[in-house]
């Protein structure tokens, strides 16, 4: 089966200094992958998608930037954190080209600026 | 894609069943609905989705108008574990999963 995996699930970050977070999916081959935020009592923004190594649609002009340096792993970076960065992050990945196939995400990753 | 709009929130009593409606007038034939919830501090939870067809699986039951411009999430025995934000979402590409504020069922004893 299929699973996700998001690290690290918590991280508290100065202002102004970088981010990396980490996603892996296990048991599938060629997937979509998909970086959301969601801000405190709001809905999931979609910052990135991925249909494969090296390529990435920007939702929103932002403080970040994602990479896929391999099939199944995607990547979300900063070089300075902002304030306003804060929030839950969350990795997605669903079957690619196909329609009517659902996302699936995982646990995800809390992250305070201070 | 087409918007979604769904009731901020709902009570159901513990082992009655919840049933969760989603408005998706504008809705173009070939947009599929997908039906996801979030329990506090985790990811979404994939439940359930469908096109045409009423469709059902372990988890729940999607009920979708003939005209499919609303449906239905049924949770046949609502337990306290359903208690979460549960998001209606439309899309035929399968790259834009726009999630709103969704409707957050609370589940009562």
């Known amino acids: 089966s299929q699973t996700i995996h998001q690290w690290p699930a918590t991280l508290v970050q100065p202002v102004g200094s970088p981010l990396s977070l980490e996603c892996t999916v296990e048991?599938?081959?060629?997937?979509?992958l998909y970086w959301y935020r969601q801000a405190a009592g709001r809905g999931l923004q979609l910052l990135f998608y991925?249909?494969?190594?090296?390529?990435i649609s920007s939702e929103v002009p932002q403080n970040l930037s994602a990479s896929r340096p391999q099939d199944r792993q995607f990547i979300l970076s900063s070089k300075k954190l902002l304030l306003s960065d804060s929030g839950f992050y969350l990795c997605?990945?669903?079957?690619?080209?196909?329609?009517?196939?659902?996302?699936?995400f995982g646990d995800g990753t809390r992250l305070s600026i201070l | 894609d087409a918007k979604t709009t769904q009731p901020p929130s709902m009570d159901c009593a513990e082992g009655r069943a919840a049933n969760l409606p989603c408005n998706h007038s504008?809705?173009?034939?070939?947009?599929?609905v997908y039906w996801y919830r979030q329990i506090h501090s985790q990811g979404p939870q994939y439940i359930i989705h469908?096109?045409?067809n009423n469709e059902t699986n372990e988890m729940a039951s999607l009920i979708i108008t003939e005209d499919r411009k609303s449906s239905t999430l049924i949770l046949p025995h609502a337990t306290l574990r359903d208690t979460a934000v549960y998001y209606c979402?439309?899309?035929?590409?399968?790259?834009?999963?726009?999630f709103g504020t969704g409707t957050s069922l609370t589940v009562i004893p």
């Open positions: 997605a990945w669903s079957v690619r080209v196909r329609a009517g196939q659902p996302q699936h």
């Open positions: 048991g599938t081959s060629n997937p979509n």
């Open positions: 991925s249909v494969g190594i090296g390529q």
């Open positions: 504008t809705i173009s034939g070939n947009e599929y």
């Open positions: 469908g096109l045409k």
């Open positions: 979402i439309v899309t035929s590409t399968g790259n834009q999963f726009y």
